[in-house]
């Protein structure tokens, strides 16, 4: 496995995000290092989605007046303001869907050149470049998508679209990897072809923040677990510690039965 970066990637101090008139995010306190390997867990409406798009730089926190609240602090790879064009450059998200769902008139290949630019097409004033060829080439064997390179989007499986979104957020940098629920609408099969593909990248150095409700994704190499509740962490530490059927009966408000095989957890 490669060894991990000490440099920092995120550090979040007192972070609190309002979405409408709702306050989805409070206090949120948390530093992730280039290259960890995470998962964020917990039930639908606690807040993980919205604190991967203040990641982003999507939503952004809120300031109280009250100069006696502690300090709001949000930092991505050392900056505190970001071009956005260039913070997705360093950093790949893998959303749902391929943004602006291009389907009949893009090919595999080329919904991979869009992450470059980080628009939904190839549009005629963007200029590919011959190293830019040379780098999508590299990502879809990385991906093993050489063979859907020329397929139509519209015209994959689910597990193809999202091995190609992968290759999207790769191309431009391979230092961390945002994962929003990437298993939904999967079926088995693509499921695991996933988890074989994630694996594989975290074992050559790509960071990964995982966010997701299904146990089951969460690979071996991941070895640190968050745990939202409500809008906030409730719980961050080593996997073997976190992963317990008590402690996820406790998240999801169920009886939960758990169990260990091959670095895998399976829950019902």
Same mark, same amino acid.
């Given at each position: 496995?490669?060894?991990?970066?000490t440099?920092?990637?995120?550090?979040?101090?007192h972070?609190?995000v309002?979405?409408?008139?709702?306050?989805?995010?409070?206090?949120?306190?948390?530093?992730?290092?280039?290259?960890?390997?995470i998962?964020?867990?917990?039930?639908?409406?606690?807040?993980?989605?919205?604190?991967?798009?203040?990641?982003?730089c999507e939503c952004?926190?809120?300031?109280?007046?009250d100069?006696?609240?502690p300090e709001?602090?949000?930092?991505?790879?050392?900056?505190?303001?970001?071009?956005?064009?260039e913070?997705?450059?360093?950093?790949?998200?893998?959303?749902?869907?391929?943004?602006?769902?291009?389907?009949?008139?893009?090919?595999?290949?080329?919904?991979?050149?869009?992450g470059?630019?980080?628009?939904?097409?190839?549009?005629?004033?963007?200029?590919?470049?011959?190293?830019?060829?040379?780098?999508?080439?590299?990502?879809?064997?990385?991906?093993?998508?050489?063979?859907?390179?020329?397929?139509?989007?519209?015209?994959?499986?689910a597990?193809q679209q999202?091995?190609?979104m *992968?290759? =999207?957020? $790769?191309?431009?940098s391979?230092?961390m990897?945002?994962? #929003?629920? !990437?298993s939904?609408? &999967?079926?088995l099969?693509?499921?695991?072809e996933?988890?074989?593909?994630?694996?594989?990248?975290?074992?050559?150095?790509?960071?990964?923040?995982?966010?997701?409700?299904h146990?089951?994704?969460i690979?071996?190499? *991941?070895? =640190?677990i $968050?745990?939202?509740k409500?809008?906030?962490?409730?719980? #961050?530490? !080593?996997?073997?510690? &976190?992963?317990t059927?008590?402690?996820l009966?406790?998240?999801?408000?169920?009886?939960i039965d758990?169990?260990?095989k091959d670095?895998?957890?399976?829950?019902?």
């Open positions: 496995m490669a060894p991990q970066s440099e920092t990637f995120l550090h979040l101090s972070v609190n309002a979405r409408g008139e709702t306050i989805v995010l409070h206090d949120i306190n948390l530093s992730v290092n280039a290259g960890e390997h998962a964020i867990l917990g039930p639908n409406g606690c807040g993980k989605s919205t604190l991967i798009k203040t990641i982003t952004y926190p809120f300031v109280s007046p100069p006696a609240e709001t602090e949000v930092s991505i790879f050392g900056r505190t303001r970001w071009d956005l064009t913070l997705k450059k360093r950093l790949g998200v893998v959303s749902p869907e391929l943004p602006g769902r291009p389907t009949l008139t893009t090919t595999g290949r080329d919904a991979v050149l869009t470059f630019f980080s628009s939904s097409t190839l549009w005629p004033n963007l200029t590919v470049t011959d190293e830019m060829q040379a780098r999508a080439d590299e990502v879809l064997k990385l991906i093993d998508a050489d063979t859907i390179r020329d397929k139509l989007v519209g015209h994959m499986s597990g999202r091995r190609i *992968i290759g =999207r957020a $790769l191309v431009a391979s230092q990897l945002l994962l #929003d629920e !990437p939904n609408a &999967l079926d099969s693509a499921q695991t996933l988890r074989h593909l994630l694996r594989r990248l975290a074992q050559q150095g790509t960071g990964i923040l995982l966010i997701t409700h146990v089951s994704d690979i071996p190499e *991941i070895d =640190r $968050l745990m939202m409500d809008g906030r962490i409730v719980a #961050d530490g !080593p996997k073997s510690e &976190l992963l059927a008590p402690r009966s406790s998240l999801f408000h169920t009886p758990l169990t260990h670095g895998f957890y399976h829950a019902w």
